[in-house]
């Protein structure tokens, strides 16, 4: 349960805020003193959200804390599963998303992200959540895909965690750009004597997915120094995909149905020059030579094809990973000295390599426009009538006698593609005091570098150059060294020879780098009537670049994979911030007091020009017991190096062409005739690419942010029979982003150019003459708003320590009322709350609840997460059993529940031992079943993984 943590207030204005984090670091809250619960005044102290020490009970904006306990009460190994499972987060990459090979490259030049875990707050994206460490900026993922806008927390080690402060608030005034949903402030451990080992495994209660860490720190603290080591070692196992009946097939309930036209044997939809007979063709199972009979003009054969039917798609599904492994080692560091009573250096160092695993069924071939890759060497090719292995004897021209050619290679092997990131990171400061007038000021300078480096090999894919060149003429191929000619006619025809030439090792790498410097001051200025006028001021320098190399073999666009260009840029930033609080009155009629905290932010960036960001807030204590708290800011997202310098690159979505026969909407045939789509067109791969971009004009997202609510700790139940405390925390939220950096949904642009014929949606859609789209272009721009609302309820219940020990309650809630994405042309786009979308969601109720319980030795905890009802489109399922509302075309993903459970004891041995046993989804509660999803027949970002029930076992030992 994550109750707030209480302060010591009579240290909060003491010396001891010199030994706090940086100002920068929005510094630590102080810990309890003991178990016990305060009084019913509210006193915890949060200060991520403000600049100025002070030593208040609550600020004006709320911040949830995730207390050291709370993470280990969850059996959880990294912090992204840990943020994840606020009621507040939204859809953010774990490592259940097995993104490489199967989604390519987003939009904004980023990459998938493989392996990486990221935490979004109210749905409005990864990219709009800062993520700080002890209050210094981290540095952005890299996954050797793209140069990343985002953080990927599994570069933290979980280890060194002592708590997590989350602001869900825009923040922009305080800590500049990204803090748009709020902010994300990691704390490390740094008080700790002694030392203590920490070991812990689990698996599912399927035997697969086994967890295992061993966590090492030691500790020394002195009258003026302090020194804090950690070792971290975290090894999860793979979970596959075939092994989970919900994930075995591309959408679940329809078999193979919805697979791919990528076949081992290959699909060859060719016209027959010398009859004009229109064929769409497979290999019989098991012929390896097959004999083409060009008497034979329709499905009624009796050479080596048949027709391809729905029986003859391929079952990708069971290649996936349904848990993709991943190995974290990481070492961590921090000194401070007191130089003096009034100045203290600090030092911290950080080392963490991350490796992990994606992989794809294998890598399909596809040939001529209806493949549609947009590489002009697979969608223009020629198959030459010399080639020794082409059974029809006629030459194949792509696009006059040769539209698709759908050959998926099993001989090569899945695509596997092995991640490893390194992340480093060094800072340093000077943190001081001094007193002038009756006022105690507080000042820092700080400095740190950071970098986050990955690479990446694909083992699996093809050259298309050198394919089109064994399927060709055979003196070109002859002509050229290592040329062998290739056989794509029957499953197993690919010999080890031919792998040799057309399939490559391929390499690449990305980086992104961060160097900063920081300068802070803190203190009174002056004495109103009301009381002391709190002040903060500071300057902040960053430089942030960025790179992304593909493999050369990529680069000459010879890839048969996903392609991609070279991404390199950099820019810098200066910013000056003033924050003031402001007690307008004291304690009377009115109540205890009334503060005004203004805050304002001018940023300078080299790509765009500058920015001014406000923020202000009211902080109303009506009573010892009551808070009434509003706030009210301005805030922006300058475009990531990504966004404004990402090249050409490609991602595969999963589109359903409205042309396509049988009509979804039978009022848009006119309108596909007129896009040049002849009658009785029918999809042939639901699996369209698309080409995106960076762009250099691209202006910062702007936004307005509103909160307000109440804390109420009622002095009824302080200290009462059936209660030590009770506190009610409401906060009601709105976010309104104007000119977000996005692609249009490519669905969305595809059913608006069908439906309207307006240039501004079919520029850049192509087809082919048969119909298929064969291009398709989806920039980046400033375009539409997201606008979102809603309410967070929360409750805290301690009941008094009887002779069955101390019960606590926690109950966590968020609920969406509104969430609204506009395009550029008002056009609305599907997300909004209820509905199950692009592999998200946004569920109107959020629900976490815990129960508590501890007794001398013993400790127990029962945790229930739940997620409301969504809905989503049926999509190509409408017509299987599997669709709860054929009718409407409309498939419901019921309320599901989650319940989590954990005991332990602590021996008394050396400075304690304790051990813990725990089960997570108690009750194998299987997610509901997602039929829009891309993989694995369920929302990863939403649901636990099917079959998920775990369990696990944790010994730490304190000497």
């Keep these: 349960m994550m109750l707030p943590t209480p302060s010591r207030l009579a240290r909060a204005v003491q010396l001891s805020l010199l030994l706090a ?38 600020g004006e904006v709320p911040v949830h804390t995730v207390t050291r306990a709370d993470i280990e009460r969850s059996g959880l190994t990294s912090i992204g599963d840990v943020v994840q499972q606020l009621t507040g987060s939204g859809s953010a990459l774990n490592t259940k998303f097995n993104s490489s090979g199967n989604f390519g490259f987003p939009p904004d030049g980023s990459g998938v992200g493989a392996g990486s875990a990221q935490v979004d707050l109210r749905h409005l994206g990864s990219k709009r959540v800062l993520v700080l460490v002890d209050g210094i900026r981290w540095v952005n993922e890299s996954s050797a895909s793209g140069v990343g806008a985002a953080t990927d927390l599994n570069t933290i080690p979980l280890a060194i965690v002592d708590r997590i402060e989350v602001l869900e608030d825009g923040a922009s005034s305080l800590y500049g750009s990204d803090a748009i949903a709020g902010v994300v402030n990691i704390i490390t451990r740094r008080d700790f004597d002694g030392a203590q080992v920490t070991l812990n495994y689990g698996e599912f209660d399927e035997g697969d997915g086994a967890s295992k860490g061993v966590d090492l720190a030691w500790g020394r603290t002195t009258e003026r120094s302090s020194l804090f080591l950690s070792l971290s070692h975290t090894d999860q196992d793979v979970v596959y995909a075939r092994d989970r009946e919900q994930s075995r097939f591309p959408v679940p309930g329809t078999g193979v149905a919805l697979g791919s036209s990528g076949i081992p044997a290959g699909r060859f939809m060719v016209r027959d020059p010398n009859t004009g007979a229109t064929l769409d063709l497979v290999p019989n199972s098991g012929v390896t030579d097959p004999l083409y009979d060009p008497s034979q003009t329709g499905c009624a054969r009796s050479d080596g094809f048949h027709c391809f039917s729905t029986a003859d798609r391929f079952n990708f599904a069971e290649y996936n990973l349904l848990l993709t492994p991943s190995k974290r080692s ?20 950080l080392v963490n390599r991350r490796e992990s695993t994606n992989q794809a069924a294998p890598e399909p071939i596809f040939l001529g426009p209806e493949g549609a890759t947009g590489n002009p060497l697979a969608d223009n090719i020629t198959i030459s009538a010399r080639n020794l292995y082409n ?11 040769l539209f ?19 992340t480093q990171y060094v800072g340093t400061g000077l943190v001081g005091s001094f007193e002038a007038g009756n006022s105690l000021w507080f000042w820092d300078v700080n400095a740190a570098w950071s970098r986050n480096k990955a690479r990446q090999t694909n083992r699996g894919s093809y050259n298309i150059f050198n394919i089109a060149l064994a399927l060709g003429d055979p003196d070109a191929c002859a002509a050229v060294a290592g040329c062998v000619p290739l056989d794509i006619f029957g499953a197993g025809t690919i010999t080890p020879q031919m792998l040799g030439w057309i399939q490559p090792l391929v390499r690449d790498e990305s980086q992104n780098e961060l160097r900063l410097a920081s300068a802070n001051i803190s203190g009174d200025l002056f004495r109103l009537p009301a009381g002391q006028v709190g002040f903060a001021a500071g300057y902040e320098f960053r430089e942030y670049k960025g790179w992304y190399q593909p493999d050369p073999l990529t680069v000459r666009g010879h890839y048969n994979g996903v392609p991609s260009l070279p991404t390199a840029g950099s820019y810098d930033v200066n910013e000056v911030f003033v924050e003031l609080d402001v007690p307008i009155f004291g304690e009377g009629v009115l109540g205890q007091s009334l503060n005004l905290n203004v805050a304002g932010r001018y940023s300078d960036y080299s790509t765009f020009g500058g920015e001014f960001t406000p923020k202000y807030g009211l902080r109303w204590q009506v009573s010892e017991d009551f808070l009434l708290r509003a706030t009210y800011a301005e805030g922006f997202r300058a475009p990531s190096i990504g966004e404004l310098f990402g090249s050409d690159s490609r991602f595969d979505a999963q589109l359903i062409d409205p042309c396509s026969e049988p009509f979804l909407d039978a009022s848009v045939e006119s309108n596909c005739r007129a896009l040049g789509v002849p009658a009785g067109f029918a999809q042939v791969n639901p699996q369209i690419s698309i080409t995106t971009g960076g762009n250099r004009e691209l202006e910062p997202e702007r936004a307005r942010s509103f ?75 400033n375009l539409g708003s997201i606008k979102t609302d809603g309410w967070d309820v929360d409750f805290y219940w301690t009941l008094p320590e009887t002779a069955a020990g101390r019960f606590a309650f926690g109950w966590q809630n968020t609920f969406v009322g509104r969430y609204e994405a506009v395009g550029g042309a008002g056009q609305l786009q599907p997300r909004r709350p209820g509905i199950e979308v692009e592999d998200s969601a946004i569920p109107e109720w959020a629900s976490t609840a815990s129960l508590d319980w501890t007794r001398e030795a013993w400790n127990a905890s029962w945790t229930l997460r739940h997620v409301s009802d969504l809905v989503e ?16 075309g409309r498939n419901r993903l019921g309320s599901t529940t989650f319940h989590d459970l954990q005991a332990g004891y602590r021996f008394d041995w050396q400075q304690g031992l304790t051990l813990t046993a725990g089960l997570n989804n108690v009750f194998a509660k299987d997610p509901p079943i997602c039929l829009s999803c891309s993989l694995n027949g369920y929302d990863a970002s939403t649901y636990d993984m099917p079959g998920s029930r775990f369990w696990y076992l944790r010994a730490d030992l304190r000497f």
Aim: aromatic content about 10%; charged content about 20%; proline content about 6%.
């Design 21 to 58: 984090l940086p100002a920068t670091a929005a510094a630590q809250d102080a810990r309890p003193a003991s178990t016990t619960p305060d009084t019913r005044t509210l006193d915890a102290v949060q200060v991520t959200g403000t600049r100025i020490r002070r030593a208040e009970l609550e």
């Design 330 to 349: 990481g070492a961590f560091g921090q000194f401070r000295f007191d130089i003096n009573p009034g100045l203290q250096w600090y030092a911290k160092a």
């Design 391 to 401: 059974p029809f004897g006629f030459d194949l021209v792509s696009g006059e006698n």
């Design 404 to 422: 698709l050619v759908g050959r998926r290679p099993l001989e090569g092997g899945a695509r596997v593609f092995e991640q490893k990131v390194d």
């Design 707 to 781: 909160t307000t609510g109440f804390v109420w700790s009622p002095w009824f139940a302080a200290n009462s029979s059936w209660a030590d405390r009770f506190d009610v925390e409401v906060t009601f939220y709105r976010h309104d982003i104007q000119g977000p950096i996005q692609a249009l949904s490519a669905q969305t642009q595809l059913d608006l150019c069908v439906r309207t014929l307006d240039e501004a949606y079919c520029d850049g859609i192509g087809r082919a003459a048969t119909g298929g789209i064969n291009a398709f272009n989806n920039r980046l721009t």
């Design 873 to 888: 489109d049926c999509g190509n399922a409408v017509t299987f059993p599997v669709c709860s509302d054929p009718a409407n």
